[in-house]
Nanobody, 130 residues
Framework: QVQLVESGGGLVQAGTSLRLSCTASGRTFSSYFMGWFHQAPGKEREFVATISPSIGPSHGDTYYADSVKGRFTISRDNAKNTVYLQMNSLQPEDAAVYYC???????????????????WGQGTQVTVSS
């Protein structure tokens, strides 16, 4: 069982930055695929970014949604059991609840489907004013 706790959300102005953190319980964090998703009111949960395990053939590979590529960066610190999402040049359309997710298995593809992830955090709200 893995518990995920997000932090770092808040209200920011368009064009500024925010860093989200997600800390996981357990001793095998480095072997998990970690993902960030967001969900705006009335919309489905959408993929933002993912990072592969640091061990194994993927060596911490990252993958991003087209809408955030070049603005957001996902990273992980295995010593702290934490995954980060650095969000730069935030826009009003980035506003949503951001969720951290974790999974052990690779099912092929880009690891971007919410259905693949086993564990989820409670979410942190990001609001961007124009």
């Amino acid at each position: 069982q893995v518990q995920l706790v997000e932090s770092g959300g808040g209200l920011v102005q368009a064009g500024t930055s925010l860093r989200l953190s997600c800390t996981a319980s357990g001793r095998t964090f480095s072997s998990y695929f970690m993902g960030w998703f967001h969900q705006a009111p009335g919309k489905e949960r959408e993929f933002v970014a993912t990072i592969s395990p640091s061990i194994g053939p993927s060596h911490g590979d990252t993958y991003y949604a087209d809408s955030v590529k070049g603005r957001f960066t996902i990273s992980r610190d295995n010593a702290k059991n934490t995954v980060y999402l650095q969000m730069n040049s935030l826009q009003p359309e980035d506003a949503a609840v951001y969720y951290c997710a974790a999974k052990r298995e690779y099912y092929g593809g880009s690891n971007s489907s919410p259905a693949e992830y086993t564990y989820w955090g409670q979410g942190t709200q990001v609001t961007v004013s124009s």
